[in-house]
């Protein structure tokens, strides 16, 4: 951990090894790294944790605690780790090294530096996070197949919101997209029955790792 790391530094909060719980990779074997720090404050946030503390990393000392677990894919998240601007370096290096990188991100900032290898799965705020009004819409412009777009929705009104940016923006043509109920908020029965009346092209997803270990950290 020097500071003489050319890629620098980065705050972060855990590292560790879980089966993805969200998104395309949903069920696989996962490293996921969890930087500290996010400028956000949805209301139904569950790693708030991550909001402050961690640990200081060189980038080169992230990759080999990554290599420890001997796991194809990674997934880099928070908080928010494009608040940190090394989070770029750190999503190059872990391409560099061969892994299957994703990023978890709110969607709050410009993620069009991120490194083309990388799927973003851009969080859009819908107004029951209290965060809607920090959405950058110009990422959209950014996103390919090979990203993801998240809703998590607390209500119907939620969910009409979510339809409506669907519509707007034609996200469906540009990238796959991911409905999710707030974990205890919204009911996912119901959440599957609105988008089946309604015909909707986007995957449903519930928290794998909350059915399968609640809201302990690190998973």
Not at 22 to 41: H, I, K, N, Q, S
Not at 52 to 77: L, M, N, P, S
Not at 126 to 147: F, K, Q, V
Request: with cysteine; glycine share 8%.
């Amino acid at each position: 951990m020097s500071d003489t790391d050319p890629a620098g530094r980065l705050r972060v909060t855990e590292i560790f090894h879980s089966l993805q719980g969200e998104a395309r990779d949903a069920g696989r074997p996962t490293v996921f790294v969890r930087l500290t720090g996010c400028p956000l404050r949805c209301v139904w946030c569950d790693t708030e944790y991550a909001f402050q503390g961690g640990q200081w990393f060189a980038i080169a000392a992230i990759v080999d605690e990554v290599a420890k677990y001997k796991t194809r894919h990674v997934c880099v998240t928070g908080g928010e780790p494009l608040a940190q601007k090394r989070c770029l370096n750190l999503l190059t290096a872990l391409c560099d090294a061969g892994y299957a990188v994703s990023l978890e991100t709110s969607g709050a900032l410009d993620v069009s530096g991120v490194d083309t290898r990388v799927s973003r799965v851009m969080d859009l705020k819908a107004p029951g996070s209290g965060e809607a009004a920090r959405n950058l819409w110009s990422n959209i412009d950014a996103l390919t197949a090979h990203d993801q777009v998240k809703f998590v929705l607390a209500d119907r009104s939620d969910y009409d919101w979510a339809c409506a940016a669907l519509t707007e923006h034609a996200l469906a043509e540009r990238c796959e997209i991911l409905f999710s109920p707030v974990w205890g908020k919204l009911a996912p029965r119901d959440l599957a029955q609105w988008i089946l009346d309604d015909r909707l092209p986007v995957r449903m997803q519930v928290q794998l790792h909350k059915i399968l270990w609640g809201e302990e950290k690190g998973r």
